[in-house]
């Protein structure tokens, strides 16, 4: 599975939007990137996944660069209950799946 | 919503005590995981299972061992606590296949005195 690469934290303004970046540049052509949260200590939640398309759900929206290097998940308008880490992950559903250490995403009132 | 369960939420225990975290999904999930998280950290991958009887070891080295006799229960056992192994555990369960995302249980946070 690809390693990714996000920076270590960000703000946002509650009420704009929050774009995380997230560099995947060794992914290979059969890997979905996966976006995930964790907010305090409790079990990492889902967020959105693709492969190649933007995908969009109730929660986000997904933004895959055509080379598939780079995406970016943006939540439109964001709250005081969006703040949390928000982990990117490359992978084809095999066994070992590599968080790495997220975006610790603050949004501000 | 996902059907995944992590009891105790919270564990103190004395040194050289046996314990057994549990897991239970309620998906008919094949794939069951088990991480481990310290405050602030990284999480890191202890134990995995395909489906029934089988486990592999993840990259983090782990005293713990696991089971997986049915496919719903992934318990973990740690057979002598020690204050090394305060932690949160954490467990997750997918369907498997690039398409299917990681459900997680809420955790236990396991303090070793």
């Known amino acids: 599975d690809a390693k990714t690469t996000q920076p270590p934290s960000m703000d946002c303004a509650e009420g704009r939007a929050a774009n995380l970046p997230c560099n995947h540049s060794t992914i290979s052509g059969n890997e979905y990137v996966y976006w995930y949260r964790q907010i305090h200590s409790q079990g990492p939640q889902y967020i959105i996944h693709?492969?190649?398309n933007n995908e969009t759900n109730e929660m986000a929206s997904l933004i895959i660069t055509e080379d598939r290097k780079s995406s970016t998940l943006i939540l439109p308008h964001a709250t005081l209950r969006d703040t949390a880490v928000y982990y990117c992950?490359?992978?084809?559903?095999?066994?070992?799946?590599?968080f790495g250490t997220g975006t610790r995403l603050t949004v501000i009132p | 919503e996902a059907d995944i369960y992590q009891t105790p939420r919270y564990l103190v225990i004395g040194t050289g005590k046996k314990i057994t975290l549990e897991c239970s999904q309620t998906m008919g999930h094949d794939k069951m995981y088990w991480y481990q998280q310290d405050p602030g950290m990284e999480l890191h991958l202890i134990h995995y299972?395909?489906?029934?009887?089988?486990?592999e070891k993840g990259d983090l080295s782990s005293e713990s061992t696991v089971s997986r006799i049915r496919t719903e229960h992934f318990p973990l056992t740690l057979e002598s606590a020690r204050p090394s192994h305060t932690s949160q555990y954490l467990c997750?369960?997918?369907?498997?296949?690039?398409?299917?995302?990681?459900?997680f249980g809420n955790g236990t946070r396991l303090t070793v005195t």
């Open positions: 997750a369960s997918t369907l498997g296949g690039y398409n299917s995302p990681l459900h």
């Open positions: 299972s395909y489906g029934v009887n089988s486990t």
């Open positions: 693709g492969l190649k």
């Open positions: 992950i490359a992978h084809t559903g095999a066994n070992n799946l590599f």
